[in-house]
């Protein structure tokens, strides 16, 4: 079946669907349970978009033996979502298969990751020709497509960000991130936020300011972080500050062109730069958009701010654009263009590869040769044929199927439906994000604005992985919803992702009410 043939299929099927499904209105008069609930019949299920793929049958491992290997053999922490963790078997483009053959919508792509869709097909195809022909050489050696994907990627970034530096995962792009502004600035502190997440290396834990991620243990010496100037959370911020088609429900006094909140946050940063770092610092890192703390956006016009401030000092800005590169925020094929601000070194993984081990560090002529003149700088399997050969297939896919236009179209799309439900639910306290890179936060109330309790969000996230839909999750107490689907995604799986998470909402109010 033709991509323009299953899409006219799904569309069809979802106006057919909206005709039958039984709606009855009423409301209730504590606003605790919810506002104004439209409720999709008595515990209807969602109806799934058809899908024209067929999975292979399941040979492998019993579900028991799986779970015993892992008890016995793997890593004790306990990562795995749902009490019964889902033994996926097989994906196709924005679908994944478990090993009973039940079918789910892949709203979380692997942690923001399957850029393109699973198992593209010219992905696929690039990855088997070059498997036949030349895995390995490490960079003692030249092979092509090194040249080819170095010169392609230097193209999509401003000049003077000419100089790529491949590697294997985000950790390790910003490890050797940290090294090359201390071998530039020739000074030790790097500044990152508070909820920041930039690896669990050693040596990136110091950048990294979530709770559970500390050891009690020295680690990333030099270190130092700063307040985020979160819109929702923070002291300052509200419905005029952030940069996407939603705004906070919070009141602020703000004009649409000048942000106080912004003000307020650059202050608490300058207070930083007084009183936690010596006078020259080594630089600054920032994620445009917080991943793992839940989606979180500055005020318009801080990062520009503040990089202007950190360059005072004689640092250097890194960009992480782990997630929020290669076009997923929509606007832009850079968060940082979403800032108007030009990093000196930009950091980029996950989508880079579409679930490939592969990353890269992007920086100027000069910092490169301020870190050659300190060490030699080597990486065994870094920029190896294989992943070279699907990182250029990968940004082929992106331009050719004009993905990033497809991440504001449909992104937008989903965040004004899923404002609604903000507005309909007393328990969704925010939605935000841009693009396709989508936070949904749950509170006890919209007024408190505290954490709605983690066995609450669990029964709400487990509730939509049984009507076969998978989203992810984040924020300090893992109480927001991550939506970052496969950059392919199309309205008609965006309006069954937003019904069946409605109808988990309304499972849970009516526990709730019993």
Known sequence: MTGAWGHLLRSLHLKTL????????????????????????LHTKPSMPPCDFTPERYQS????????????????VHTAYFPEPLLLHQGHVEW????????????FSGIVTVSVGHCHPKVNAAAQRQLGRLWHTSSVFFHPLIHEYAEKLSALLPEPLKVVFLVNSGSEANDLAMLMARAHSNSTDIISFRGAYHGCSPYTLGLTNVGIYKMDLPHGMGCQPTMCPDIFHGPWGGSHCRDSPVQTIRKCSCAPDCCQAKDQYIEQFKDTLSTSVAKSIAGFFAEPIQGVNGVVQYPKGFLKEAFELVHERGGVCIADEVQTGFGRLGSHFWGFQTHDVLPDIVTMAKGIGNGFPMAAVVTTPDIAKSLTKRMLHFNTFGGNPMACAVGSAVLEVIKEENLQENSQEVGTYMLLKLAKLRDEFEIVGDVRGKGLM??????????????LPREEVNQIHHDCKCMGLLIGRGGLFSQTFRIAPSMCITKPEVDFAVEVFRSALIQHMERRAK
């Open 18 to 41: 909206s005709l039958w499904i039984p709606k009855t209105c009423f409301s209730l008069k504590a606003r605790a349970f919810w506002t104004s609930v439209t409720r999709c019949g």
């Open 61 to 76: 491992l019993a579900y028991s033996r799986v779970l015993e290997i892992h008890k016995q053999h793997l890593s004790p």
């Open 96 to 107: 994944l298969f478990d090993h009973e053959g039940n079918r789910y919508l892949d709203f």
């Open 438 to 451: 989508i936070g949904i936060e749950m509170v006890k109330d919209k007024e408190s604005r505290q954490p």
